[in-house]
């Protein structure tokens, strides 16, 4: 075990993608059997991953409350909300409507569409839908897709004027795409109500603002076991905000779930030890 620093104890939440083959309530026990603090909960079809269907399954959704209950975590999110050219928006309102019934506070939204009227017109709808819920939409960029760069989704969310509307940030998306703390700095804190926390390795001559939208998935690796700059980065963002873990296992790690989820967790936790350890002593 490691030492804790209680110095700003962020909320640490599991996100369905590091444990993409997990069904539901084994993915949710997994969570509390590691320490999480939230969960993210995947409760619409997204094109990369596996899809267990939650809503409308009634015996489901059940057990599943009665295991959030008495794990004591909570839900940070739920997702992925994809924006595509031939989106059907009425679609995704009963995974909102069972996410506020759990408790989620951001619905995970992507933006997959070239066409930047059409997108910005069904993230406004989407934002007016997840507001009737009490969410906020979350928009997450990345350099596969369209949406590829921070600039592109502040410029979205400028021109919506949406107040539920925010951004998720991913650093290994934002690093790959061109991006650095400095950007990140003077930037309303409002929009960055929550982050993803994982490491990385770019490609041979990334950032390559010339691929973006085509590039390849990203490579993630534990915090701290990458390249990139996540103390810089974290220094730019609100202090102690929530933290959603994305880390898929490698393929040659073959652990289990809950071996996995125990992993990241203890991998993150003693990354952010470390990180406000080093703040503390350089006062």
């Not at 700003?8 to 026990?29: C, F, G, M």
């Not at 939230?38 to 057990?63: D, K, T």
């Not at 989820?261 to 990354?271: G, I, K, Q, V």
């Amino acid at each position: 075990m490691y030492d804790r620093v209680p110095v700003i104890r962020n909320l640490v939440a599991l996100s369905p993608p590091t444990l993409p083959d997990t069904p539901p309530i084994e993915y949710v026990e997994a969570a509390a059997a590691a320490g999480y603090d939230a969960v993210g909960l995947r409760l619409a079809r997204s094109p990369l991953f596996p899809y267990y269907p939650v809503v409308g399954n009634a015996p489901l959704i059940r057990e599943l409350k009665v295991v959030l209950a008495s794990s004591g975590l909570s839900v940070l999110d739920i997702l992925s909300f994809y924006l595509q050219p031939a989106t059907d928006l009425d679609s995704f309102a009963p995974a909102l409507a069972l996410g506020a019934e759990l408790g989620a506070r951001y619905a995970l939204v992507a933006g997959d569409d070239p066409d930047w009227a059409r997108l910005r017109d069904h993230m406004g709808r989407f934002c007016d839908m997840a507001a009737r819920f009490g969410i906020a939409a979350a928009l997450e960029f990345a350099v596969i897709r369209p949406l590829a760069t921070l600039s592109q989704a502040l410029r979205l969310l400028s021109e919506l004027g949406r107040k539920n509307a925010v951004v998720c940030l991913d650093p290994l998306n934002f690093v790959r795409g061109g991006g650095s703390a400095a950007l990140l700095r003077g930037l309303e804190p409002r929009l960055f109500p929550y982050a993803q926390i994982s490491d990385g390795v770019l490609e041979p001559g990334e950032p390559d603002l010339t691929k973006l939208g085509r590039m390849s998935p990203n490579q993630r690796r534990m915090p701290g076991d990458g390249t990139l700059p996540l103390r810089h980065i974290l220094d730019a963002l609100p202090a102690g905000l929530p933290l959603s873990v994305e880390i898929p296992m490698p393929q040659t790690a073959q652990l289990s779930a809950r071996e996995w989820a125990r992993a990241t967790a203890d991998s993150t936790r003693r990354f952010l030890d470390g990180y406000y350890r080093a703040k503390q002593e350089a006062r």
